[in-house]
Structures are given as structure tokens and as C-alpha cells.
């Protein structure tokens, strides 16, 4: 009983030794790769961003109007009766 757990105690703190250790060599690299990653997507973004910025100049003075969907919530008109607010001191 007692061999059985010094044995798992050794496993135990051998095999967590294991994993500090090679988290310690693997974690730069992956960080690296995932900075790596999120640079590549931030520069394709600012590369779309630029190609749409760069429409056709129009002409001083011509407005154009872009349609939007209509959204999905609708207004309230009976929102209440409006009340002037007055201070007073006592």
C-alpha cells in the first residue's frame, strides 16, 4: 500500500515536471504563432479597408444617398404627456 503510493507520488510529480518544462519551451513559440496570426489578419483587414477607401473621387458637389434596411424595431409615438419642470425653493 505504502509502495503503491510513493510510486504514484513519483509518476505524479515526474510526469508535472514534464509539462513545466516543455510548456516552458512551447509557450513562446506558440504565442509567437499566434501573434504571427492576429498581425496577418489585422494587416488583410487594413488592406480591404484601403482598397474600399480608394473609390472613384466624385465630382465636388454631388451627393449621393446610400439605402440602409429599415430596422427591425419599431418607434413609440405614445412615449407620454410632457411636463415643464420648474424648481422650486423652499
Known sequence: ML???VKFLFWFFF???LIK???RL???ILIKRFANKMQDRFQ?????QQQHSQAPPQKEGKVTLEKTKPS???KS???GEY???EEVKE
Open 83 to 85: 411636463v415643464d419642470f
Open 15 to 17: 510526469i508535472s515536471y
Open 72 to 74: 427591425t424595431q419599431t
Open 3 to 5: 509502495a503503491g503510493l
Open 77 to 79: 409615438n405614445n412615449v
Open 21 to 23: 518544462i516543455i510548456g
Open 26 to 28: 512551447l509557450a513562446p
Open 44 to 48: 488583410q483587414q487594413f488592406n480591404q
